[in-house]
């Protein structure tokens, strides 16, 4: 059963740092375009960070700088480094991947197949 489970998440203050996990079971990493997503309350889903197959590494303008994506094929894991966390990054992050090649815009939500369950980082002033 193909699955992604996201942990890491938390409350934090503002400036501090979270490392969010995305584990992935039941399939095999290497070939996936892999990204992050999340949802402020109230607002619709956006891309954060992704990965496309060429090994592009991809932010959105708000996080440039702050985050950083990495992926440890050997532990099927991928992460979502979070530094200089300010309150407006408070949502529910999500994992997703896409089995396959891809090289287009991975911020787009239906290019993904699997989706995690979401895990929350709240970020206080």
Same mark, same amino acid.
């Given at each position: 059963?193909?699955?992604?489970?996201?942990?890491?998440?938390?409350?934090?203050?503002?400036?501090?740092?979270?490392?969010?996990?995305?584990?992935? *079971?039941? @399939?095999?990493?290497? =070939? =996936?375009?892999?990204? +992050?997503?999340?949802?402020?309350?109230?607002?619709?889903?956006?891309?954060?960070?992704?990965? &496309?197959?060429?090994?592009?590494?991809?932010?959105?303008?708000?996080?440039?700088?702050?985050?950083?994506?990495?992926?440890? %094929?050997?532990? %099927? &894991? +991928? =992460?979502?480094?979070? %530094?200089?966390?300010?309150?407006?990054? &408070?949502?529910?992050? @999500?994992?997703?991947?896409?089995?396959?090649?891809?090289?287009?815009?991975?911020?787009?939500?239906?290019? =993904?197949?699997? +989706?995690?369950?979401?895990?929350?980082?709240?970020?206080? *002033?």
């Amino acid at each position: 059963q193909l699955q992604l489970v996201e942990s890491g998440g938390g409350l934090v203050q503002s400036g501090e740092s979270l490392r969010l996990s995305c584990a992935a *079971s039941g @399939f095999t990493l290497n =070939y =996936y375009v892999i990204g +992050w997503f999340r949802q402020a309350p109230g607002k619709g889903r956006e891309g954060v960070s992704c990965i &496309t197959s060429s090994s592009s590494t991809n932010y959105r303008d708000s996080v440039k700088g702050r985050f950083t994506i990495s992926r440890d %094929n050997a532990k %099927n &894991t +991928w =992460y979502l480094q979070m %530094n200089s966390l300010k309150p407006e990054d &408070t949502a529910v992050y @999500f994992c997703a991947a896409r089995r396959g090649t891809y090289y287009g815009d991975c911020f787009l939500e239906y290019v =993904y197949d699997y +989706w995690g369950q979401g895990t929350q980082v709240t970020v206080s *002033s």
